[in-house]
């Protein structure tokens, strides 16, 4: 066996299989249960993988750590189309959402970096940019 993974029709238990990836053996399950993953093969209780499935595993991964997707979303990801909303259609949903998170981050450190370099010495009682701020918030709320 390849130290990249299983070649040809070479299968490799859960136990490994979760172990590459830094997961539990029970996170499989469940993404099975789920119907994200599915076994090459499968005997009784015992499931082994082979290099689609561990594929399938890293894009499963890939998507929740860094594309901060949803085990809902990935599946209709990998589903292609679920009740008329297509794979796009949920890529583009979470990006609206990371982006939007991206906007609310850079207030937090604009916010932030003015009251590490305001000059007053209680700039949370009185500078008053962050009275602006707070004045400008409460104006929204009440309308």
């Given amino acids: 066996m390849s130290s990249h993974g299983p070649t040809g029709d ?30 090459a093969e499968r005997r009784g209780r015992w499931r082994r993988y082979g290099p689609r499935e561990l594929h399938r595993i890293g894009l499963i991964q890939l998507w929740r750590d860094t594309g901060l997707m949803s085990l809902d979303e990935i599946a209709a990801v990998l589903a292609g189309t679920v009740r008329d909303r297509t794979w796009r259609s949920v890529v583009l949903g979470r990006l609206e959402m990371i982006e939007e998170q991206q ?7 604009e916010h932030l970096e003015h009251f590490l370099t305001c000059p007053d010495e209680h700039p949370a009682d009185n500078c008053p940019v962050l009275r602006e701020m707070t004045d400008v918030r409460l104006a929204r709320q009440s309308a």
Avoid: C, D, V
Wanted: aromatic share 8%; glycine share 14%.
């Fill in 10 to 39: 070479e299968l490799i238990g859960i136990g490994e299989t979760a172990a590459r990836f830094g997961l539990a053996g029970s996170t499989l399950r469940y993404w099975e249960e789920r119907g994200l993953i599915s076994p």
């Fill in 103 to 109: 906007r609310r981050l850079a207030a937090a450190k």
